[in-house]
């Protein structure tokens, strides 16, 4: 995605929570924040499929009103990445494990999942 889609992602959801975003910017930071009007997206972000980068964009738009991630937060956060782009959500803490379109996954997130053990 460019930074114009990111722009058009954050501003489906600003105009859905009835909130205003003026600025995303794409730049070198760890992980992404947002202000009262503007939205960072970590440069890294750029390297994950599609799908990752607009719930990348949904999530940041969701903290201009939800400052932290508790349950109105992440409900949010699934309704509109399932009403406005038809992405599902399957949550691990307060990070995705996995996304699906239409059934199909398209991002499962690396790493142990719960229960397992670690080889060696």
């Given at each position: 995605?460019?930074l114009?889609?990111?722009?058009?992602?954050?501003?489906?959801?600003?105009e859905?929570?009835?909130?205003?975003?003026?600025?995303?910017?794409?730049?070198?930071v760890?992980?992404?924040?947002?202000g009262?009007?503007?939205?960072?997206?970590?440069?890294?972000?750029?390297?994950t499929c599609?799908?990752?980068?607009?719930?990348?964009?949904?999530?940041e738009?969701?903290?201009?009103?939800?400052?932290?991630?508790?349950?109105?937060?992440?409900?949010?956060?699934?309704?509109?990445l399932?009403?406005?782009?038809?992405?599902?959500?399957?949550?691990?803490?307060?990070?995705?494990?996995?996304?699906?379109?239409?059934?199909?996954?398209?991002?499962?997130?690396?790493?142990?999942?719960?229960?397992?053990?670690?080889?060696?």
């Amino acid at each position: 995605m460019e930074l114009e889609d990111f722009q058009a992602v954050t501003d489906l959801v600003a105009e859905n929570l009835g909130v205003q975003i003026q600025t995303v910017k794409i730049s070198k930071v760890r992980r992404g924040r947002c202000g009262k009007k503007f939205i960072v997206i970590p440069t890294w972000i750029l390297s994950t499929c599609e799908e990752y980068q607009i719930y990348y964009a949904v999530h940041e738009a969701v903290h201009l009103r939800y400052k932290n991630h508790a349950p109105p937060f992440h409900s949010t956060e699934s309704r509109l990445l399932k009403e406005l782009l038809d992405l599902e959500i399957e949550y691990r803490h307060a990070y995705p494990r996995s996304l699906s379109v239409n059934g199909q996954q398209v991002y499962e997130r690396e790493g142990k999942k719960k229960g397992e053990k670690k080889d060696g």
